[in-house]
């Protein structure tokens, strides 16, 4: 899925950079404050394995087989910040030392496959964690979907910046039913081989899953006459999990709808409105409302591609801006609950 | 320089390109591709132009045309997807050789196939005059966040001793009768895979001591610092110039 | 820096320490080592050496109250305002050599230590050179380190600490994985170095080489402090530590050629 240069027009190429640097900034901080000054060691080390295990080869069906993409394993494994660093370092690595993927669409290749998948698979893994009994089982299943459904939701994400900033005008139906549709069936296969890696580390070091943390048996008091007290740990769940679980949710159901929403209008309809050269969109009721994207091409804009790179450019700053948006907000109420946290514990 | 730092692509040369610095190389070769993808589809002559220009860049560097040609390869699956546009975009139809083709379709695969063929040469062209260690300094020089730098440092310094810890593994399991041969050992492979994490994991660890031991505070001391003349940046923007040059008269012409 | 020479290397007294999860793994080690001195540390697995040998530049202890008793390296107390000193005067070999060689380049793995100090242009390159040059590995230098056979890495690894110019040189199991001809090229650049050595290993015949005395760690405290030589043909301790002479090695019939 390593988009080479010149499948993403200039502007939305820029745009999604902007985002992934953006979000790569994000979990710079994230990962710092996860993993202190260890930080560089173990996500290279993380990195390397990552970029390793996309060597071996899943053996499918007679004399074909499949690699891992490695988005979701990493997200469940060291946590969603370091994982998006580590498969952000090895796309940048395989654009600029293998000319895999091109450097314009790295922006687009972070995005989908870094962020997205990560952040879509560890919202869903804690969401299920927490939804399951305390159990290994529990952490393998949740892993299980958790790849299952993000590698479709990456290729979702693809589907919608080529539908902003596509250089061709294949009909956006088709290419959401052809991306998602493929990376379904790649998405098992994900799904299959990360649960039984993140098992296999859940069984021998659980410690080393991040996912799991909340797994390990709390701390308890034996009385002398033999009965149990567990003891009191103060809840302190880290909020920026539940930030990123929450960020993760909305953009999945966001992609989910989007998808869904192309996937299911008939091709034909849509083959209308991208020969129509946006002047007919107006008419075509069903395509034009409800969407997210229901203004990708500016009215009043006569040049249909001119109009459609503005739109994206609108859409993806939009975007950001709502992102940015959300972020400060959780700053500001991060800091307004760090400032009140010593108050709390006096009490 | 010695003759370390051989990845895959790197043709060690001594040469005009080879010599530029990193972060010189780097800027040029993203404003060139920048550039091409910003270049109207219907310039076909453009395109020609463009290919020119890296011609001209690969013979200077001293790279074979055959060597660049054959990295071309990496493309492949987008070819098969750009293949396929003509036969699925809406649009006029056209014959050709009794087929019947859409002509936006066709338009199309030829803007993929064009812009994604001279982003892949140019990013080879980079990646076979420049060393491993230049490109991170490079990287690291254009701004890149220092975290993200080591990190990439780290991986490639990694990539090999965990490539081999797998290959280690695989001898392993072979040795002991077993070979992977549908999804019913994908259980097997997964514990590997697992296995690899862990020893990844505990070797993070071991180098963050061996770092530690030796001053690590958190932050990388420079060592090495790449600097670059006004006359090195001067031939490095040549390529991005000459092609910008190329684009305006596209969109003007168009 | 003004130290008589009295001032010995390395000073651990009454070291006691516990790890968080509760396993206590050093009980009250006392262990002065002189300077200019090549000490070999001995004793079974688990018996605490890699725990010892982390409190000598502070990665555990460290007075941060997991554990009781001192450490001074050249007089200079282990305590957090000192790290970064200690770090300098203190150089570790750990045992895996690609552990200890993180950057890309033999030459920048070597300048790592020194550029951390703040060392920089042609006096770092000075430093680099002269260590590299004291482990006959100067042609190397722009070399990646896993292009190097395992020999060369382990050479490496000690320029690396050396280029620190340490007061005390700390070894992790030298020559577990060497062919016999690295292990004595790496006995022979050893000896040629005039600084203190405490050398963990299990390699007894390597100990009683290059080690004039021994110390035998066990059970968390120093169990046995003397002659190497003395310490091995000592059959009662040497059972009682779990240490055993390779078949067919006697020390009493090595004559040593110092």
Redesign the interface.
Known sequence: MHVPDGFINAPVSLATGAVAASAVAVCLRGARRELDERAAPLAGLVAAFIFAVQMLNFPVAAGTSGHLLGGALAAILVGPYTGVLCISVVLLMQGVLFADGGLTALGVNITDMAVVTTVVAYALFRLLAKALPRRRSSVTAAAFVAALVSVPAAAGAFTLIYALGGTTDVPIGKVATAMVGVHVLIGVGEAVITALTVGAVVAVRPDLVYGARGLAKPLEIRRADGTVVPVEVSKAAPRPVRKIAGVGLVLALALAGFVSYYASTSPDGLEKVAHDKGIDTRTEQHAAKDSPLADYQVKDVGDARLSGGLAGVIGVGATLAVGTGVFVVVRRRRNRAESAAPVSETV | MGAGHAHKLYRHARSPVHELPPHCKLAAVFCFVLVVVATPREAVWAFGLYALLLAAVAGAARVPYGFLLRRLLIEVPFVAFALLMPFVVPGEKVGVLGLSLSEPGLWGAWNILAKGTLGVAASVLLAATTELRALLLGLERLRMPPLLVQIASFMIRYGDVVTDEMRRMRIARESRGFTARGVRHWGVLAKSAGALFIRSYERGERVHLAMVSRGYTGVMPVIDDVTATRAQWTHAAALPLAALAVCLTGWTLT | MTLSLETPSLEVSGLAFAYPDGHQALFGVDLTVRRGERVALLGPNGAGKTTLV?HL?G?LGGGDGSGVGSVRVAGLPVTKPNL?EV??R???V?Q?P???L????VR?DV???P???GL?GAA?EERVHAALERVGMADF???????LSFGQRRRVAVA??LA?EPEILVLDEPSSNLDPASRRELADILRSLDVTVLMVTHDLPYALELCERSVILSGGVIAADGPTGELLCDEDTMRAHRLELPFGFDPRSVVMGR
Do not use: C, K, S, Y
């Open positions: 982390l530049n990665i970064a770090r300098r203190v150089g570790i750990f895996d690609d552990d200890q993180f950057m890309p380049t920048e300048a790592f230590g550029a951390a100090a920089r770092l230098a722009d070399r990646p380190p896993h292009h690396t600490v620190m």
